[in-house]
T-cell receptor, first 114, second 112 residues
Framework: DGGITQSPKYLFRKEGQNVTLSCEQN?????MYWYRQDPGQGLRLIYY???????QKGDIAEGYSVSREKKESFPLTVTSAQKNPTAFYLC?????????????FGPGTRLTVL | RKEVEQDPGPFNVPEGATVAFNCTYS??????FFWYRQDCRKEPKLLMS???SGNEDGRFTAQLNRASQYISLLIRDSKLSDSATYLC?????????????FGKGTKLSVIP
């Protein structure tokens, strides 16, 4: 089955630690995205990548880093510089990064900082 | 700041009712429009794209008014399984790319 997988589903982190969230897709999509969702808020874009070895900052990139070494993988690292990292993190992908392409989401990772 | 505004909700309706959600967007350069459905603690899933001529998918009808920058979603004959949060999503060109802007969502509870 084609789709987007994210792991882990739940993640607990101590303050001061970096953590990496995994996102893998087997849809052969060129574009991938990371969003953050806080309770009662709309999704906000952290980073996106239109092609392998290239990525761009979104609206709230501070305290986060990404890599895109393979087409199917787009891991997100939440660094200790991120002041309020507790949130629901969603990875998405689309065929290309165009005006009408639909984004499909993975099941998300719920990060809690203890 | 480019915004997407939705009815705050929540909407509590009986089974079989018809319910309408409204959404306005501020970016006149917006090109594509979508409704996503998000169940509690799950990822958003595409419900339908919205076209200028309006489109229907079973019990769901979406309308777009570009002049008023307004999008709507109508659900007829509500089912218990329709209970979810409905997200209005708009895509517009940005700096060398196209970006989605999400509304905060409207929560629907269909009551037996």
């Amino acid at each position: 089955d084609g789709g987007i997988t994210q792991s882990p589903k739940y993640l607990f982190r101590k303050e001061g630690q970096n953590v990496t969230l995994s996102c893998e897709q087997n849809l052969n999509h060129d574009a991938m995205y990371w969003y953050r969702q806080d309770p009662g808020q709309g999704l906000r874009l952290i980073y996106y990548s239109q092609i392998v070895n290239d990525f761009q900052k979104g609206d709230i990139a501070e305290g986060y880093s990404v890599s895109r070494e393979k087409k199917e993988s787009f891991p997100l690292t939440v660094t200790s510089a991120q002041k309020n990292p507790t949130a629901f993190y969603l990875c998405a992908s689309s065929i290309v990064q165009g005006p009408t392409d639909t984004q499909y989401f993975g099941p998300g990772t719920r990060l809690t900082v203890l | 700041r480019k915004e997407v505004e939705q009815d705050p909700g929540p909407f509590n309706v009986p089974e079989g009712a018809t319910v309408a959600f409204n959404c306005t967007y501020s970016n006149s350069a917006s090109q594509s429009f979508f409704w996503y459905r998000q169940d509690c603690r799950k990822e958003p899933k595409l419900l339908m794209s919205v076209y200028s001529s309006g489109n229907e998918d079973g019990r769901f009808t979406a309308q777009l008014n570009r002049a008023s920058q307004y999008i709507s979603l109508l659900i007829r004959d509500s089912k218990l399984s329709d209970s979810a949060t409905y997200l209005c999503v708009v895509k517009a060109p940005g700096a060398g790319s196209y970006q989605l802007t999400f509304g905060k969502g409207t929560k629907l509870s269909v009551i037996p």
